[in-house]
Structure formats: structure tokens, C-alpha cells
């Protein structure tokens, strides 16, 4: 086995919520970073993990576990790691030399050695010639450039990325994922291992040795997946498309743990962060398509990330009018008959499936028959929600239950009063 870099042990994390509770980000976490491999951590929207590339370069603490450099406990920043940001985060008064030295700079070494590490980089990176430019004067592919190289010249034992190529256009990353493929198998490439965090499965594919796939609320180790390809990748090749296939199970499948939505708590199932015409129109967008379609092809089909469709899934299989199987999507019968019927019978449909399958709902339709006139406060779920959520994230919920039940006319919502009102439909 090759030698362990970085070692993650048990590391949970979670941040006080506004009621003085804990909010768990990441849930008993464990992985080692060992030299010659590249490694993806691979999760949707709020699986916590750039918190844990930040924990990993010890930007941030864990509230238990530990994290270990070459053996040593991390008491502070991680001195064998550096990172590349999906923002780029350069320094728009200094020039690409200026920003690529800053590092070296904080480190002490001496301006002539400064220089030619940088001047090295530079050119490693594709970017000589323009050392004296300054940021502004950069497309978005070559300030990312500088980002590499401000990371490399520090030489680190494991280079983290952090999205690294999520803010460029579809051919400039991925030229830079290509040319970052022929750096990593250079002989004079100057670190050992690389973590990549992305929520795009090709390019975990693509890149990484090992793919580690993290569940949400928290963020824990769902699977750890081997790529055993030689590269360079075939994107077509059937070896391919069988681990993107495998990895789009585990990314859009249901937990096995998870709790039914007929008996969870709003806390255990939260709502995904989606419209009701948002999820109406990809259940039609599946039937347009005979009752089932390939997920990755829609989301390129509509010019999207997998990960930008996903709530919407996510929402659509809650209230059972489809299910994901092997990365495609199938509508149930209920969501053709939802679909298909006239607005009036689809909201009918619409208001079963979501007070028997979204447990907000459900909790807020409970609450108001108990209530003495049908009515209560807003403030009153928001005060259960944040024992459970933050702030931003329990008004997210609110909002979202709201939306789905006044659509569903099980109740309303007065927005001087702040106040919901149970209706009388059925």
C-alpha cells in the first residue's frame, strides 16, 4: 500500500443553531489521502463537502475525530496541503507573479527563490508570458491558471480542489481537466495526491482514482468507489458508462435508513428545495418521453448540471410520481395520472400525495385542525424548524411547505398577518 498522507478519523462536524442546538454537518467521516492517487469526494448540494476539504486542510476544526498529517494531529492549517478554489480568489491589485508567490511569501522564503519557484510554475501551468498581467486582464480559464499555479509552487504533499472547474464554460474546463490529467503523470509534477471535490459524475470519472460518494443531513460516507480505468478516459467506452451509471445510482438513489415519508418527522425527510411547477414540469418532461428518461440526458438536453435537476427529483419521487433507477427517472401511475388529468383533478391528486408524503405538510395540516380557529403563526413551525435547520435553511423549508400547500388549497398563508389558515379543501 502506498503511504497514507492524510488521514481523516471519525471527524464529525456541526455549527450552533440559532436555538442553541447543534447543526450536524458531517457524521463520523473516515478516509485516508494516500500518495500517487487522485480522489473525488462526490455529493450534491449540502452533503458537506467542501466542509470537509476545508476540515482535510485544516481551515476548520473537527467538533470530534481527529485529522492526521503524515501521523500528526492537525492542531491548525495543514502544512502538506493547498487549495485551489472554485472562485479563483486572486488578488486583483497584485500581477499573476505576485499572486503565484503569496504563498511563498507567508512561508518566508527569500525573494530570488520566490521568484524562480514562481517563474517555474508559471510555466508549468501554461502561463508564461503573461506574469506581469494582472487579473482583470485574464479570461476566467487562465486566472484558474493562476490558481493552480499559486497552489503548486507551494509544492504540496496533496493539492485540494474545491469545485475547481465549475465556474468556466463546458470547453475551458475541459481543456483544464485534460491538461491537469498530462501534469498529474509527469515525472516533475510537483505534489503526491489529489482530492477534487465536484458534484459531476463524469468528471469524478474521469479524474479519480477512488471515488468516495457522501449522503446529506449529514454528511457521511455513503459508498467508496475503485476506478480502475487507464487513462486517458474514454468517456464511450461500456467500462466507462457502467461506473458513471453505478455512481448516478448512489448519488440520486434513495437511503436504504431512510425513514418512509407516511412516518418521518420534518427534521428526518426535509423538503427538497423545489416549486411545484418546478417538479410538474419534469413529471412532464418524463412522460413527453413515454414514462421514463435518462437523467444525465435531460440535464444536457435542458443545459444543466445533473445536480441542478436533482431537487426536483428528489421532490417528485417524495411524493411518489416517479422513481430513479440506474440514473433514469420513471414515472409511477400516479404521477401519469397527475400528469395527465385536468388541473382540477391533478391538484386533487397533488393535495393527497403531498399530506400523506411531505412530513412539513403533513405537521402544518395537523396543527392547524388542532388549533382552536384553524390558524397559527409562521413564527411557530419556524421555532420547531431551527431545532433542526439554521435560520436560512428552516425559512427554505417553510417557504417550500407553504408553496406546496396552498397549491395543494390545504391551507394559506397571509403575509401581513404572518399567519396560516387551514382551507377547506379537501
Known amino acids: 500500500m502506498s503511504e497514507v498522507l ?28 494516500r500518495e500517487g492517487e487522485i480522489v473525488a469526494l462526490l455529493g450534491r448540494s449540502g452533503s458537506g463537502k467542501s466542509t470537509l476539504l476545508r476540515t482535510i486542510a485544516g481551515l476548520i476544526g473537527p467538533t470530534r475525530g481527529t485529522v492526521r498529517y503524515r501521523g500528526d494531529e492537525l492542531d491548525g492549517a495543514n502544512p502538506g496541503t493547498a487549495m485551489v478554489f472554485q472562485t479563483f480568489a486572486l488578488m486583483p491589485w497584485l500581477t499573476v507573479q505576485d499572486n503565484v508567490e503569496l504563498g511563498l511569501a507567508a512561508r518566508g522564503v527569500p525573494p530570488k527563490a520566490r521568484r524562480e519557484r514562481a517563474l517555474r510554475a508559471i510555466d508549468l501551468i501554461g502561463l508564461d508570458g503573461f506574469e506581469s498581467a494582472y487579473p482583470k486582464e485574464l479570461s476566467g480559464g487562465m486566472r484558474q491558471r493562476v490558481g493552480f499555479a499559486r497552489a503548486l509552487v507551494l509544492e504540496p504533499d496533496v493539492l485540494l480542489m474545491d469545485e475547481p472547474f465549475s465556474a468556466l464554460d463546458v470547453l475551458t474546463a475541459e481543456n483544464l481537466r485534460t491538461e491537469l490529467m498530462s501534469l498529474w503523470q509527469r515525472h516533475d509534477f510537483p505534489t503526491k495526491a489529489v482530492c477534487i471535490v465536484t458534484h459531476n459524475i463524469e468528471e469524478a470519472v474521469l479524474l479519480a482514482d477512488r471515488v468516495l460518494v457522501l449522503g446529506t443531513n449529514p454528511g457521511n460516507v455513503r459508498a467508496e468507489v475503485e476506478v480502475d480505468l487507464a487513462r486517458p478516459r474514454d468517456r464511450k467506452s461500456p467500462a466507462f458508462a457502467a461506473l458513471v451509471e453505478r455512481l448516478y445510482d448512489l448519488l440520486t438513489g434513495r437511503d ?15 423538503l427538497p428545495h423545489a416549486s411545484v411547477g418546478g417538479l410538474a414540469g419534469l413529471v412532464e418532461l418524463v412522460h413527453a418521453r413515454g414514462g421514463h428518461a435518462d437523467l444525465p440526458d435531460l440535464a444536457a438536453e435542458l443545459s444543466f448540471e445533473v445536480d441542478d435537476l436533482l431537487p426536483l427529483v428528489d421532490a417528485a419521487a417524495l411524493l411518489d410520481l416517479l422513481f430513479v433507477a440506474g440514473g433514469d427517472l420513471h ?11 385536468d388541473i382540477q383533478t391533478s391538484k386533487k391528486i ?11 405538510v403533513r405537521t402544518i395540516v395537523n396543527a392547524l385542525t388542532a388549533s382552536s380557529d384553524g390558524t397559527l403563526r409562521a413564527e411557530f413551525f419556524l421555532d420547531l424548524l431551527r431545532r433542526g435547520f439554521s435560520a436560512a435553511d428552516a425559512r427554505q423549508q417553510l417557504d417550500t411547505a407553504i408553496d406546496w ?3 395543494a388549497e390545504l391551507f394559506d398563508y397571509d403575509t401581513d398577518s404572518d399567519r396560516i389558515a387551514q382551507t377547506t379543501a379537501d
Open 350 to 360: 397533488f393535495a393527497g400525495q403531498v399530506r400523506d408524503r411531505a412530513p412539513l
Open 405 to 407: 400547500g396552498r397549491y
Open 331 to 341: 414515472l409511477t401511475p400516479v404521477g401519469t395520472a397527475f400528469t395527465t388529468a
Open 6 to 33: 492524510v488521514s481523516v478519523e471519525h471527524v464529525s462536524k456541526s455549527f450552533p443553531g440559532s436555538a442553541g442546538d447543534e447543526l450536524r454537518v458531517l457524521d463520523d467521516i473516515t478516509l485516508d489521502l
Open 256 to 270: 436504504p435508513a431512510a425513514v418512509e415519508p407516511a412516518q418521518a418527522t420534518p427534521t428526518a425527510r426535509p
